[in-house]
């Protein structure tokens, strides 16, 4: 299972996320038009861990999660709601957190890094 699946599914399954953004849960990219608050995750790395003679024995993929809201503390509330799921698991790690906002749709995010093991 791919580690974009696997995260699609961990946030599905966590009722404080839900609870605040029912399943708008999107890889790359989502529909205009979307409710918010919403989250948007793409892949942003691989890095595959070999053996020296070039056996993968495991394959760290890199995620960046959007938490997209109306409010910073909005999203900075569903940030944390997903921080909180991840750091529930026992191998996956959430590395970072930054803010942005797109005064196009004047709309706030909070950026989460995820360190995810396929």
Not at 3 to 13: I, V
Not at 43 to 70: K, S
């Amino acid at each position: 299972m791919s580690a974009e699946t696997s995260l699609r599914a961990l946030l599905l399954a966590a009722p404080a996320v839900t609870a605040l953004i029912s399943g708008r849960i999107a890889s790359d990219r989502i529909e205009q038009g979307t409710p918010r608050p919403f989250v948007m995750f793409t892949r942003t790395g691989t890095t595959p861990y070999t053996t020296i003679d070039g056996q993968v024995m495991a394959v760290q993929a890199q995620l960046e999660i959007q938490c997209w809201a109306d409010s910073r503390a909005q999203a900075d509330a569903v940030a944390l709601a997903v921080t909180n799921a991840i750091r529930a698991t026992t191998t996956q790690t959430v590395s970072g957190q930054s803010a942005a906002y797109d005064g196009e749709l004047d709309l706030e995010s909070t950026l989460l890094t995820v360190e995810w093991w396929e």
